[in-house]
């Protein structure tokens, strides 16, 4: 199985701030990583495909970078509703795997 | 509108059974790969088994191999999950996905656009 390993666990910023996740996938992927923002109690939600697309009604403060085995997901301007558990996750075999996700908080 | 609702959660002691439920609409599960996915308590996303259009693959994690079997009811546009045997380790959060993608050059790409609100699977005594 690919093995997604995402960077910081936990990250603290402000409003404002510009944010950057990493992912790390154990063998390379090509472009084929995804990221999903999940608020608690809600199930996730995708903003990227294919590494850099932004899905439909995403904000374009949100985009995505990377190809082989590194990515990252940067957020240009936070904004509170960002505030949230990030993840990137890859299925381009199988199984489908995930990264341990990255919280976002205050 | 494009959306998956979950049902048949609840609490089953170790080795019991539970068949959980997908009900799609805004689209039809006969054209899409459909897909379960589960997030344990405060852990992160687990992918589960996944089903093609036509119900004639099925992929399986390997800790469900044996245990689960996805099926789909293309009539009334449902997608199941039959569980047997479920070990305390199954408790979590169990999510119907849709999933979009393609393959080009010898490389595909998959990844889940529409997700349901979960149901909640306990394995407890």
């Known amino acids: 199985a690919i093995h997604l390993t995402q960077s910081p666990s936990s990250l603290s910023a402000s409003v404002g701030d510009r944010v950057t996740i990493t992912c790390r996938a154990s063998?390379?992927?090509?472009?084929?990583l995804a990221w999903y923002q999940q608020k608690p109690g809600i199930a996730p939600k995708l903003l990227i495909h294919?590494?850099?697309n932004l899905e439909s009604g995403v904000p374009s403060r949100f985009s995505g970078s990377g190809s082989g085995t590194d990515f990252t997901l940067t957020i240009s301007s936070l904004q509170p509703e960002d505030f949230s558990t990030y993840y990137c996750q890859q299925f381009t075999s199988y199984p489908p795997t995930f990264g341990q996700g990255t919280k976002l908080e205050i | 509108e494009v959306q998956v609702v979950e049902s048949g959660g609840g609490l089953v002691q170790p080795g019991g059974s539970l068949r959980l439920s997908c009900a799609a609409s805004g689209f039809t599960i006969s054209t899409y790969w459909m897909n379960w996915v589960r997030q344990a308590p405060g852990k992160g996303l687990e992918w589960v088994a996944n089903?093609?259009?036509?119900?004639?693959?099925?992929n399986y994690v390997d800790f469900v191999k044996g245990r689960f079997t996805i099926s789909g009811d293309n009539a009334k546009n449902s997608l199941f999950l039959q569980m047997n045997n479920l070990r305390a380790d199954d408790t979590a959060i169990y999510y119907c996905?849709?999933?979009?993608?393609?393959?080009?050059?010898?490389?595909?790409?998959?990844?889940?656009?529409?997700w349901g609100q979960g149901t909640l699977v306990t394995v407890s005594s």
């Open positions: 996905a849709r999933s979009s993608g393609y393959c080009s050059g010898g490389t595909c790409s998959n990844w889940f656009d529409s």
């Open positions: 294919d590494a850099s």
């Open positions: 063998q390379g992927i090509s472009s084929a």
């Open positions: 089903i093609n259009h036509g119900g004639s693959q099925k």
